[in-house]
């Protein structure tokens, strides 16, 4: 198993942050264009906790390593299933995902979670991302290293893509409620 | 808002997000847990995603998901 961890801080607020994550993957990311498609499958409140538990679908396009399809063949796009819990006492977002694709041969358990830096708890927003990866193809050690390696190696370009992807939406959300809120008041104004 | 799996749910996918992130912003992040009213839309949203996973073979492959995740729920749902 190889583990692949990153941290980092946000400039927004966690409310901003929890809301702007809901459309992570929407048009204003440009650098995550490997994910493709995001689907809610279900969306409960816990009655006692008001925990919000969501399940979502995410169906990726992105090239794989020619020796890996030729390994183990199957297509290029994949499937992730993400269960997230969003406490609002705790104000945490916790995002558990694991891959559905290719699930007998690599085993990839990834945990995203959001929470108020504990200096600027009203402004600045810290981001954890683990990710324990584990291939499964029996026989050579020598190909399960390598295969986890890529993976390590994917995950880690795809973080960075993906951080950078997230500031550009969390800047267009900011924009987009300003404007909304500036409409809302000058509609309130006589 | 990202696109659905399947482009016919596209339409309704859309209105459930519009509906759900006005909800989330607005109503559940200042403590209005209680209701959620988009529910009619996402009902709707469901029932055709829920056949297009279904003749996607998707939907065997998310059961096992399932199956395997569930101890999250006993991390992540406890009362805090």
């Not at chain 2, 997000?17 to 607005?26: A, G, I, N």
């Not at chain 2, 403590?31 to 996973?53: M, Q, V």
Request: glycine share 4%; charged share 25%.
């Amino acid at each position: 198993m190889k583990v692949f961890s990153s941290t980092c801080t946000f400039d927004y607020s966690w409310e901003e942050v929890s809301t702007a994550n809901w459309r992570k993957y929407s048009p204003w990311n440009d650098k995550s264009t490997h994910v493709v498609a995001v689907d809610t499958l279900s969306r409960t409140i816990d009655p006692e906790t008001g925990i919000l538990r969501t399940e979502r679908l995410i169906t990726c396009d992105q090239s794989v390593p020619q020796w890996v399809l030729s390994l183990f063949g199957g297509s290029a796009t994949s499937h992730v299933y993400e269960i997230s819990y969003v406490d609002l006492k705790l104000k945490r977002v916790t995002m558990c995902s694991t891959n559905l694709t290719w699930s007998n041969v690599l085993n990839v358990q990834e945990t995203v979670i959001y929470q108020p830096s504990p200096s600027k708890p009203t402004s600045t927003t810290n981001f954890n991302q683990e990710a324990k990866i584990t291939a499964l193809c029996g026989g050579w050690q020598k190909i399960k290293n390598k295969v986890e390696e890529a993976s390590v190696e994917r995950f880690s370009q795809n973080a960075t893509r993906g951080r950078e992807g997230f500031e550009a939406v969390l800047e267009m959300s900011r924009r987009v409620f300003g404007e909304q809120r500036e409409r809302e008041n000058g509609r309130l104004q006589p | 808002m990202a696109a659905s799996i399947a482009p016919e749910c596209n339409d309704i996918k859309e209105k459930y997000d519009t509906c759900f992130l006005k909800w989330y912003s607005e109503k559940y992040l200042r403590g209005h847990t209680a209701s959620n009213e988009c529910e009619e839309l996402f009902s709707k949203y469901k029932t055709c995603l829920h056949k297009a996973l279904k003749e996607k073979g998707i939907d065997s492959m998310l059961d096992d998901a399932r199956k395997a995740n569930s101890e999250s729920d006993t991390e992540f749902l406890r009362r805090s």
